[in-house]
């Protein structure tokens, strides 16, 4: 029981050393009016929030995970969902499990309207994996340079963009890969 405690005592005190570094006004967490003088010029680091619950939507989940870390990380704006890129962003996110190759679609070209940047989860477990884990990997790259290890960041939190369409594709071995399409 003592060394329980002990380990207890040293995983609190782990953690509350390194909510200072949070970057937030109380320390931890993001409260109400963090986001009053507009966006934060660097993300919270470590932020981590709660994946938002399944509503049987992945592609609204999808667009609800993308602007909880713009919001609860860097007071972003949100993105409107791009209901009309979604058919495309299936068809990239089927064509790359068929090619075996992570943005062979928007590289190619190969359908309307595509947008302008693109982030791809290929080969995850189920759409909800994706949703909670691969878009938290993401943003978990930025900031910082070089843009090729950033890129999933920085498309994200990216200012210009104002609508993301979500794609999903489950391969008949029950692999699931995902796109996120972003446009102006």
Excluded at 43 to 60: K, L, M
Excluded at 76 to 82: A, I, Q, S, V
Excluded at 96 to 103: I, L, N, R, V, Y
Aim: glycine content about 10%; proline content about 9%.
């Amino acid at each position: 029981m003592r060394m329980f405690r002990f380990l207890a005592t040293i995983s609190l005190a782990a953690i509350l050393a390194t909510l200072p570094l949070m970057g937030c006004k109380d320390g931890g967490t993001r409260q109400p009016g963090d986001c009053d003088d507009g966006p934060l010029s660097s993300p919270i680091p470590n932020c981590q929030p709660t994946p938002v619950p399944d509503t049987g939507d992945p592609y609204a989940d999808c667009v609800a995970r993308v602007n909880q870390f713009r919001m609860d990380c860097q007071c972003l704006p949100p993105l409107e969902r791009w209901t009309d890129g979604e058919a495309c962003a299936d068809e990239h996110a089927q064509y790359d499990s068929e090619q075996g190759t992570a943005h062979a679609g928007f590289i190619d070209n190969i359908c309307d309207p595509r947008g302008n940047a693109q982030n791809e989860c290929p080969g995850w477990g189920s759409e909800g994996q994706v949703i909670s884990s691969c878009l938290q990997m993401m943003w978990d790259e930025g900031p910082g340079e070089p843009y090729s290890e950033h890129g999933h960041f920085i498309n994200m939190s990216n200012t210009s963009y104002n609508r993301v369409a979500c794609g999903f594709y489950t391969t008949p071995t029950g692999s699931v890969w995902a796109v996120q399409n972003f446009s102006p």
